[in-house]
């Protein structure tokens, strides 16, 4: 019998929430989220949260605010595991900053003095583990979708994560509906980082893109975040006295 796949399952971190943190690794989670793009997350509460979530065993991704030089280098020395650069436009701005990730000779990092290096200085040996962290280019743009084969192929890329909310917008559907448009969407960008040899992630709140994602093996999945979780708990336990 062939064995099930499971992807890594994820949750979207919106808030600074350490008891989320704990719990989720409680439910069998294994990566947090940490959503700089659209959460209340600052880089105090990063610098605080990261690795007492690595500490408890869970994978700690960063969705940057922006895909910028600081941010990339910012998330990387505190100590992400992966981190995810949104709204990318198309190739050439994937290739410039995703750059930012990796160290020369692949891209241009700068060299701090930070946590990852245990407050010492850098050798060739923590250079070489540093560009072993992951760099996510996020597909959620109609030109970044339409490069996303080209995208994959990038020396600093490390796997595509699909946005569907954004490309459905971008792509002029209106809102996110899980629609057969988007599944294509879902297809295009599964297909570029396969024949590309790279990761791919996305979320699948929503039951049709979950089908249709795992036959495509993706390496990690998001399920939703704290604030979904805690709605869903307070609604049902209010359900409790209808019942």
Known sequence: MTEKFVPAAAFWLETDNQK??????????EIVLFDMEHGTINLET?????????????????RLAEATRSNIQNALDIGADAIILPQLRDTEHAREVTEYAKFAPLGSRGVGYSRTQRYQGADNAFLAAENQRLCYAMIETERALM?????????????????????SVARRRGAFGGTEADITDLVAIATA???????????????????????????????????????????????????
Not at 147 to 167: N, Q, Y
Not at 228 to 233: D, Q, T
Request: with cysteine; aromatic share 8%.
């Open 46 to 62: 990063l610098d605080r949260l990261l690795p007492f979530c690595q500490a408890i065993g869970l994978k700690a991704y960063v």
């Open 193 to 243: 980082a396969r024949e590309a040899g790279k990761h791919w992630g996305v979320p699948v709140a929503n039951p049709s893109l979950r089908k249709a994602a795992l036959p495509f093996r993706p390496a990690f999945v998001t399920l939703g975040d704290d604030l979904s979780a805690l709605s869903a708990g307070f609604h049902a336990l209010r359900q409790q006295l209808n019942k």
């Open 20 to 29: 989320a943190c704990e719990i989720a690794k409680l439910a069998d989670f």
């Open 147 to 167: 490069e996303a084969s080209a995208i994959a192929r990038l020396p600093c890329v490390d796997g595509l994560f699909m946005g569907p909310a954004d490309l």
